[in-house]
C-alpha cells in the first residue's frame, strides 16, 4: 500500500475513534446499571453484605478508565491489520474489521454483571 493510501486509511481510522470512545462509554454505564440491578435483585436477597458504595464505584471507576486506555491501544490493531491485510483497500473490509473491534470491546463490560448472575445461578 502506497503512502497516499496509508494516509487515508489512517485518516478513516482516526475519524472512527470517537464512535469507539462514545460506545465504550455508553456500554460502561448500562454494564454498570446493569451489575447494580442484578446485585440488588438477585444477590442481596441471598447476600446482605452485597453493597456499592462511593468506594467501590470511585474503584470501579478508575478500572475501567484503565481499561478504555487498553481498548483504545488495541484500537490501533485496527488501523495495523487493515494496512497489512487489505490488499484491495476494501471499504467493506475496513468497515466489518471494524464492526468486529466495536462488538467485541462494548462486550467487555457485560461480562461483569453476566458473571455475577452467574454466580447467583451457581450459588
Not at 20 to 42: E, H, K, P, Q, R
Not at 84 to 107: P, V, W
Request: neutral net charge.
Amino acid at each position: 500500500m502506497n503512502k497516499e493510501k496509508k494516509h487515508l486509511v489512517k485518516n478513516w481510522w482516526i475519524k472512527k475513534r470517537t464512535l469507539y470512545n462514545a460506545g465504550i462509554f455508553i456500554s460502561g454505564i448500562v454494564s454498570f446499571i446493569l451489575y447494580c440491578f442484578v446485585g440488588y435483585v438477585f444477590i442481596y436477597p441471598i447476600d446482605e453484605e452485597f453493597e456499592i458504595t462511593l468506594f467501590t464505584i470511585f474503584f470501579q471507576g478508575i478500572g475501567y478508565v484503565f481499561f478504555i486506555i487498553i481498548a483504545n491501544l488495541f484500537y490501533n490493531l485496527g488501523y495495523i491489520l487493515d494496512i497489512s491485510l487489505n490488499e484491495n483497500n476494501s471499504e467493506s473490509y475496513r468497515n466489518n474489521l471494524f464492526k468486529i473491534g466495536f462488538i467485541a470491546t462494548i462486550a467487555v463490560p457485560f461480562s461483569i454483571p453476566i458473571l455475577l448472575f452467574i454466580e447467583y445461578l451457581f450459588h
